[in-house]
């Protein structure tokens, strides 16, 4: 089975930073692209970045350009966050994403094939 393993979370003081990893391990599948999305307590699960894996052009929403930098390593099948100058408005559990097709926009959920666990980031005033 394909699964999405995040990892970095944490808690920091608001203006700190921190960098997510999302590793991909077991099966096979076809790379389109890699996407993070967050959902805090009560709210709806956002998007928050996005990469085209053969490419690496880059998505963000407006609430995070800016501040935070997707990327990604092809040796390791790993997508990474920068994420700088964290706000508290931030705290919320990260999801990775990965993506078999070109099929819908990268900020639509329905875009991503595959879903790791989530990792919590909390940042303190």
């Known amino acids: 089975q394909v699964q999405l393993v995040e990892s970095g979370g944490g808690l920091v003081q608001a203006g700190g930073s921190l960098r997510l990893s999302c590793a991909a391990s077991?099966?096979?599948?076809?790379?389109?692209?890699m996407g993070w999305f967050r959902q805090a307590p009560g709210k709806e699960r956002e998007f928050v970045a996005a990469i085209i894996w053969s490419s690496g052009n880059t998505y963000y929403s407006d609430s995070v350009k800016g501040r935070f930098t997707i990327s990604r390593d092809n040796a390791k099948i790993t997508a990474y966050l920068q994420m700088n100058s964290l706000k508290p408005e931030d705290t919320a559990v990260y999801y990775c994403?990965?993506?078999?097709?070109?099929?819908?926009?990268?900020?639509?959920?329905?875009?991503?094939?595959?879903w790791g666990q989530g990792t919590q980031v909390t940042v303190s005033s």
């Open positions: 077991g099966g096979t599948f076809s790379r389109y692209g």
């Open positions: 994403a990965a993506s078999t097709s070109y099929s819908h926009t990268v900020s639509s959920e329905l875009r991503y094939a595959y």
